[in-house]
């Protein structure tokens, strides 16, 4: 063989391994842009969920004087276990009321129907598929506080789940009182806890989350 031969045998060799680089290369391309197609999907059909709450501080039944209410313990819990959103109801109304004097007040705010204030504006549910609903059990029901939030929010079509906070009470007519204030909202899967065990209670929490799934 001639030089000129080697030298074509050569470059032959050198454009069919460059070529198959190239291939190799290109496909590695398309499947990852497959593969962040799929990513992009999968993040779009994602359910996103957000836990509306109203928790009280300050003198609480069974445990006397807490930093964090019982039913933010929960709300922190659900949005550590399942990523969701978290927007608290806030008054500073009940700010240091012991005990009796607190709950006769709610007494009172329930049998006139009053719809107390809450700070700063509703959110913005528009991009949420599920929404969690809690808070403590006060005269058979949720704060009233909470029912005035209720009238400035749309739950239509959503997926919304009541919780409570109780010393006794279980649900009372809490579900029963957010199917009435939403009525063309799916909602299911209530769920609720003493509040004494909350602190201990982050494995009833998740319990109950994956029995939703």
Same mark, same amino acid.
């Given at each position: 063989?001639?030089?000129?031969?080697?030298?074509?045998?050569?470059?032959?060799?050198?454009?069919?391994?460059?070529?198959?680089?190239?291939?190799?290369?290109?496909?590695?391309?398309?499947?990852?842009?497959?593969?962040?197609?799929?990513?992009?999907?999968?993040?779009?059909?994602?359910?996103?969920?957000?836990?509306?709450?109203?928790?009280?501080?300050?003198?609480?039944?069974?445990?006397?004087?807490?930093?964090?209410?019982?039913? &933010?313990? *929960?709300?922190?819990?659900?949005?550590?276990?399942?990523?969701?959103?978290? #927007?608290? %109801?806030?008054? =500073?109304?009940?700010?240091?009321?012991?005990?009796?004097?607190?709950?006769?007040?709610?007494?009172?705010?329930?049998?006139?129907?009053?719809?107390?204030?809450?700070?700063?504006?509703?959110?913005?549910?528009?991009?949420?598929?599920?929404?969690?609903?809690?808070?403590?059990?006060?005269?058979?029901?949720?704060?009233?506080?909470?029912?005035?939030?209720?009238?400035?929010?749309?739950?239509?079509?959503?997926?919304?789940?009541?919780?409570?906070?109780?010393?006794?009470?279980?649900?009372?007519?809490?579900? &029963?009182? *957010?199917?009435?204030?939403?009525?063309?909202?799916?909602?299911?899967?209530? #769920?609720? %806890?003493?509040? =004494?065990?909350?602190?201990?209670?982050?494995?009833?929490?998740?319990?109950?989350?994956?029995?939703?799934?």
């Amino acid at each position: 063989m001639n030089i000129k031969n080697i030298l074509v045998a050569v470059l032959a060799v050198v454009f069919a391994t460059g070529c198959n680089g190239q291939n190799k290369n290109n496909a590695e391309t398309r499947r990852g842009t497959s593969l962040q197609n799929e990513q992009k999907s999968n993040s779009g059909n994602m359910s996103k969920s957000i836990v509306i709450f109203f928790s009280h501080a300050g003198d609480n039944y069974s445990v006397g004087v807490i930093d964090t209410g019982n039913t &933010k313990i *929960v709300a922190d819990y659900i949005s550590e276990i399942t990523g969701a959103d978290q #927007f608290e %109801i806030v008054t =500073h109304k009940y700010d240091g009321m012991a005990y009796t004097p607190l709950i006769e007040l709610a007494k009172k705010e329930a049998a006139a129907g009053e719809l107390p204030p809450y700070e700063g504006t509703a959110p913005d549910l528009s991009g949420y598929d599920t929404v969690y609903i809690g808070g403590p059990v006060w005269w058979g029901t949720y704060p009233q506080i909470m029912f005035t939030l209720f009238k400035d929010i749309n739950l239509d079509g959503k997926t919304v789940i009541p919780f409570t906070t109780h010393e006794g009470s279980g649900l009372a007519s809490c579900a &029963k009182d *957010v199917r009435k204030a939403f009525p063309k909202a799916n909602v299911t899967g209530e #769920f609720s %806890i003493y509040g =004494h065990e909350v602190r201990g209670g982050k494995a009833k929490v998740e319990k109950w989350l994956k029995g939703l799934r």
